[in-house]
């Protein structure tokens, strides 16, 4: 039997779904339930009809599935795939923060880990972020961890943002020379940049949009050729959606070797042992939820 007739098996027989972000390898997007960014999956997750959640995606988003359905079994094939911008901050960071900024509101990326997510008062994805910024009551406001995606923000908003030095290596090593020669040999191309990438190169975008931003504008777009300043499993996906789209790598393949640490035998030997289970102490779980939950609101 395949791996893929395997897996659909355990999956059928464990009452399991699989969700997958946009960033895993294309074979296993293909085989999960979902594919999505992390807030289209944390939202999915809530309403999934299953008593076994399979994450394939980083640490933190199986977390975050796990904070929105504490009664269900979540487990992520490779305990190792960890963004190492989310551990770029702890929960003590924030604390020490907010001694020092007593009067501000503490805003956090969702790529951040569940004891940072239970010590701000809300948190936001590169979709929304501008907008839960502006809504907060406070003048001042703490944005962490990711720098760049501070940046925008704080182009976007009257707040003052006050910016950690956090950032997603893969979105920051596209070098923006390289992104500028491209416009110039495509000029009919449409440039679509991740707000995590470098302000230089923001500055450059046609749109600066989310993961599932790029997905919806390709789609809705006459265009047919399209920079994509995003890691490498995205620019697959759009591929196989839009055979008749070109869709051009930002001068160098960003990968993240987190994302990709998941693969179908991973997903099948999760599957088989239900390995790894995300557990998450009950306090930092319900703090966390409530700061997941006010975003949710917001947007
Ligand atoms: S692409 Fe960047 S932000 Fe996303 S999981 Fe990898 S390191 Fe983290």
Redesign the pocket.
Same mark, same amino acid.
């Given at each position: 039997m395949s791996i893929e007739n395997r897996i659909n098996e355990l999956k059928k027989n464990k009452k399991a779904v699989i969700l997958a972000?946009n $960033?895993q390898i294309l074979d296993v997007q293909k085989i999960a339930d979902f594919v999505g960014d992390s807030l289209e999956l944390a939202r999915k997750s809530t309403g999934v009809d299953a008593e076994i959640i399979v994450f394939a &995606? =980083?640490y933190? %988003?199986a977390e975050t599935a796990k904070i929105l359905n504490p009664e269900k079994k979540v487990l992520i094939p490779e305990i190792e795939a960890?963004?190492? %911008?989310?551990d770029m901050v702890t929960a003590n960071d924030i604390k020490r923060l907010r001694e020092k900024y007593p009067e501000a509101g503490f805003v956090a990326y969702v790529?951040t880990n569940a004891d940072v997510k239970a010590e701000v008062d809300v948190i936001c994805t590169s979709a929304n972020a501008a907008k839960i910024v502006n809504a907060m009551p406070n003048k001042e406001i703490v944005f962490v961890p990711?720098m760049n995606l501070g940046n925008w923000v704080k182009k976007n908003s009257d707040k003052k943002v006050i910016l950690y030095n956090g950032y997603? $290596? =893969?979105?920051r090593d596209f070098e923006p020379e390289k992104v500028r020669g491209l416009k110039e040999r495509y000029p009919d191309a449409v440039l679509l940049v991740h707000p !995590?990438a470098r302000p230089e190169v923001v500055d450059m975008a046609d749109a600066v949009v989310s993961t599932s931003g790029m997905l919806r504008y390709v789609k809705d777009s006459d265009a047919k050729r399209f920079i994509v300043v995003? !890691?490498e499993g995205l620019l697959d996906r759009l591929r196989m959606l839009h055979p008749d789209r070109e869709i051009i790598s930002p001068g160098t393949k &960003?990968i993240?070797?987190? %994302?990709k640490k998941i693969t179908l035998q991973s997903v099948l030997h999760s599957l088989e042992e239900e390995r790894y289970e995300i557990k998450i102490p009950d306090k930092t779980l319900n703090r966390a939820k409530a700061s997941i939950e006010r975003m949710l609101e917001i947007s």
């Open positions: 972000h $960033y &995606g =980083v933190f %988003m960890r963004c190492p %911008m989310a790529n990711d997603c $290596y =893969v979105h !995590e995003t !890691e &960003g993240c070797k987190d %994302m």
